[in-house]
């Protein structure tokens, strides 16, 4: 037998030295980029800073200030809100559309194409159609009074203000069909037919197969569209009839708005680091207990 020497000390430094040169770049980007512009943040959260003139240590006043401002709560209040609605939404029509797609249908590649493009286009653009979609005059109205029913006024009714931004954020759900997409096709066949076998319906396929199978995925998609829920912005500045942002009323107002109105608006970048700290640490804990509760849910091939 031929047996082969393990290799020396010497050459295995010369392979941890090589792997650390080339996973340089990337440390350094995440550092600079990353953690740096995180760790600056927490810095200005602790100082009277204004964009003009330059700041002073404050200590934990700027998060004394946030948390007695009423829009504090009315946008995190919004942001959950949207959150409780898009993320189910956005699960349901990516998982469907994914479904429908990973069968045996003609044209599937264009159908398939069709339904990412607007995933790939800038929310801006997205959203700046969509208004006119929801104008009183618009399509969706247009199609709702085929029916007879009076359509309302989406953009100017604090009431549906949110369900439309969710409707327009999820038309980009062309992202989570291609993730559900990959994961339906890793699903092994020979489940299936053994489903077939013992006599299970489609229905309990996919229930009893599909959904288990796939869950690590589901569990991937759900961590986003929260962190992304959390973050959303764009819908609150565009949509809102009369361009008042945060409307009508204070509606729309999402908690990013705020930390932009805060950064951006009234140049107040203590207030504003002091906000984006807080969703981090928001931002950590929600993903914290998903994963924990993950363990119920998800389950993974041996």
């Known amino acids: 037998m031929i047996s082969k020497k393990p290799p020396s000390s010497s050459l295995r430094k010369g392979y941890t030295g090589t792997v650390l040169l080339f996973l340089l770049p990337w440390l350094f980007s995440l550092i600079v980029f990353w953690y740096g512009p995180i760790l600056y943040t927490v810095i200005l959260s602790l100082m009277k800073y204004r964009l003009i003139g330059g700041g002073y240590f404050i200590g934990f006043s700027n998060y004394t200030k946030i948390f007695q401002d009423k829009l504090f709560w009315t946008g995190l209040q919004n942001t959950f809100v949207f959150i409780l609605m898009y993320v189910p939404a956005n699960f349901a029509l990516g998982l469907f559309t994914a479904y429908l797609l990973n069968m045996n249908i003609k044209f599937k ?15 801006v653009a997205v959203l700046v159609l969509g208004k006119f979609m929801f104008y009183p005059n618009g399509l969706v109205n247009t199609l709702i009074e085929l029916t007879g029913i009076k359509g309302p006024l989406w953009l100017a009714n604090p009431n549906l203000i949110k369900p439309a931004s969710v409707m327009l954020m999820i038309w980009q759900c062309g992202t989570a069909m291609v993730v559900y997409l990959g994961a339906l096709q890793g699903v092994p066949k020979h489940l299936y037919e053994a489903a077939e076998i013992d006599g299970l319906s489609h229905s309990g396929q996919f229930f009893h197969i599909t959904i288990p199978m796939i869950s690590p995925t589901i569990l991937f998609r759900m961590v986003i569209d929260v962190i992304f829920g959390l973050m959303i912005f764009v819908p609150g500045l565009i949509l809102p009839e009369g361009n008042v942002p945060g409307g009508p009323g204070t ?8 930390i932009y109105e805060k950064a951006f608006q009234r140049f107040n970048l203590g ?3 002091a906000l984006a700290t807080v969703l981090i640490l928001l931002s950590m804990v929600i993903t914290f207990f998903i994963m924990r509760m993950s363990n119920r849910y998800v389950h993974y091939e041996a």
Request: charged share 10%; no cysteine; hydrophobic share 55%.
């Open 109 to 123: 590649g264009f159908w398939r194409a069709i339904i990412y493009v607007p995933a790939v286009l800038p929310v």
């Open 251 to 258: 509606s729309s107002r999402f908690y990013a708005l705020h």
């Open 271 to 273: 207030e504003a680091s």
